[in-house]
């Protein structure tokens, strides 16, 4: 297996939409960790912390999120420019853009809506799933595409926020970023629910 690049991880943030959960979860994005991108080495890096391949695509223009999974997608090959968190019904003042390449990784939290907006030199990923999110008779992922209702959305948001935090990160395993910047910010949201019920019971 190639060596894994030791990077410090991008976070981006995400708001909820009328038509997308989106996350309190930040995106981590990991620049340009293997400088052997093939399918097969992202294999080799990836599945021994136990995230699993769903699939291998290429560029997918429709905005779409998951509601039962968090997702880790491995540039192989090409550019792509994502949109995120905001589908074909939002406003212009909402979602990100976010630009990646040959040898990156990045993470979406359920929930956080993305679809291609720009790719070149044959852009093309591997798709991969925390484990425990497998079952032997269940999807890995389902697809939203943002077109539910807002009270729809609501409850979708309510599915997604039940999604465990997986307990490896997807390259850097147990004692990597993605566990303890995702339990952080999911320990600081409850926190916060917990001081808004204080502060409206009195």
């Not at 943030?13 to 981590?28: C, D, M």
């Not at 429709?62 to 997702?71: D, G, L, W």
Request: charged share 25%; with cysteine.
């Amino acid at each position: 297996m190639a060596a894994i690049r030791q990077v410090e991880p991008e976070l981006y943030y995400t708001k909820p939409t009328p038509h997308v959960p989106n996350s309190i979860l930040p995106i981590i994005v990991y620049r340009g960790v293997l400088d052997d991108s093939s399918p097969e080495n992202i294999l080799k890096t990836i599945e021994p912390q136990k995230w699993i391949k769903g699939g291998q695509w290429k560029a997918y223009p429709v905005p779409h999120f998951h509601s039962i999974c968090h997702e880790c997608y491995g540039v192989i090959q090409g550019e792509n420019t994502y949109l995120l968190g905001k589908g074909p019904n939002d406003t212009d003042d909402c979602g990100i853009k976010l630009k990646v390449g040959k040898g990156d990784f990045f993470v979406f939290p359920a929930g956080v809506s993305h679809a291609s907006i720009e790719s070149k030199g044959d852009y093309e990923y591997v798709g991969l799933y925390p484990e425990s999110t497998r079952g032997d008779d269940e999807e890995v992922f389902d697809m939203h595409y943002c077109d539910a209702t807002p009270k729809e959305t609501e409850q979708l948001a309510v599915q997604c926020a039940q999604i465990p935090v997986p307990g490896f990160d997807p390259l850097y395993g147990r004692d990597g970023p993605l566990p303890r910047i995702w339990k952080k910010h999911s320990y600081q949201s409850l926190i916060g629910v917990r001081d808004s019920a204080i502060r409206f019971r009195t």
